[in-house]
């Protein structure tokens, strides 16, 4: 089995700057990716960002230039560096962990979520 523990969370002006982190336990298979996901009230779960352990990228247009996704793959850690935040990022946050047992076969788990809000 796999934990996700999220920390990084909180409230910020807009303009400001958060880093989110997570950090991966359990029975961590060699090929996977980490990522980001978040969920505002009312909308769907959409991507934010997402690293593989070879280190490629992935971002959501709209975080693009402002989100920078990193990992540490000693650690099974991923960070989030959040600048230039806008009151349309506020959203719960969610770690992902999406391990690739094969090109046909996946597992994914889940964090328990951090809220970031972005208000004056």
């Known amino acids: 089995q796999v934990q996700l523990v999220e920390s990084g969370g909180g409230l910020v002006q807009p303009g400001g700057s958060l880093r989110l982190s997570c950090t991966a336990s359990?029975?961590?298979?060699?090929?996977?990716?980490m990522g980001w996901y978040r969920q505002a009230p009312g909308n769907q779960r959409e991507l934010v960002a997402t690293?593989?352990?070879?280190?490629?990228?992935d971002y959501a247009d709209s975080v693009k230039g402002r989100f920078t996704i990193s990992r540490d793959n000693a650690k099974n850690t991923v960070y989030l560096q959040m600048n230039s935040l806008k009151p349309e990022d506020t959203a719960v946050y969610f770690c992902?962990?999406?391990?690739?047992?094969?090109?046909?076969?996946?597992?994914?788990?889940w964090g328990q979520g951090t809220q970031v809000t972005v208000s004056s």
């Open positions: 992902t962990l999406d391990q690739l047992y094969s090109p046909v076969l996946n597992e994914s788990f």
């Open positions: 359990g029975n961590i298979f060699s090929s996977n990716a």
């Open positions: 690293i593989t352990n070879g280190g490629i990228t």
